[in-house]
């Protein structure tokens, strides 16, 4: 992969779990539930990037 695309990769992560913060701070979660379920948006967008990843070649 080269620099530019985990770059990319990277501020696309960054920005899904931006925006899933704030959807879920807008639900009236606490904190502790709004900060467990970013880590595992975390997880799923980045196990998705690395299949898609390793599928592109």
Not at 18 to 37: D, P
């Amino acid at each position: 992969m080269s620099t530019t695309a985990q770059i990319v990769t990277l501020i696309s992560v960054l920005a899904s779990l931006y925006l899933v913060t704030r959807g879920f701070r807008s639900h009236g979660l606490s904190v502790n539930a709004t900060i467990k379920m970013a880590l595992v948006w975390a997880v799923i967008i980045l196990a998705g990037t690395l299949l898609i990843s390793r599928f592109a070649g």
